[in-house]
């Protein structure tokens, strides 16, 4: 099992930043994948971007390319999702996910079974 924690959520100005972060803890000793995902209201699901922690992996959304960038600290088992240039269309819920083998291709929700809680991000124009 593994748990997931995000957090760093929030509202800013369009053209602003964020940052997100994911706390895995749990059965984190083997190799892990994660991603992040967001969800607006009406909408599905999708893939954010994409992170192999061995050997670190990342793959993103053409929709974030060049904005978004993902890091990790393994030492923390943590995540972090950097967010700039933050567009309106960027408004969603982010949810971290996890897995503990590679299966489905890694924008598919279907293939996670480790889920957090979600944290809302919110810009305005």
């Known amino acids: 099992q593994v748990q997931l924690v995000e957090s760093g959520g929030g509202s800013v100005q369009a053209g602003g930043s964020l940052r997100l972060s994911c706390a895995a803890s749990?059965?984190?000793?083997?190799?892990?994948?994660m991603a992040w995902f967001r969800q607006a209201p009406g909408k599905e699901r999708e893939g954010v971007a994409y992170?192999?922690?061995?050997?670190?992996?990342?793959n993103y959304a053409d929709s974030v390319k060049g904005r978004f960038t993902l890091s990790q600290d393994s030492a923390k088992n943590t995540v972090y999702l950097e967010m700039n240039s933050l567009k309106p269309e960027d408004t969603a819920m982010y949810y971290c996910?996890?897995?503990?083998?590679?299966?489905?291709?890694?924008?598919?929700?279907?293939?996670?079974?480790?889920w957090g809680q979600g944290t809302q991000v919110t810009v305005s124009s």
């Open positions: 996910a996890a897995r503990k083998t590679y299966g489905t291709p890694w924008s598919v929700p279907g293939g996670y079974p480790y």
């Open positions: 749990g059965d984190t000793a083997s190799r892990i994948y």
């Open positions: 992170i192999d922690t061995r050997p670190g992996f990342t």
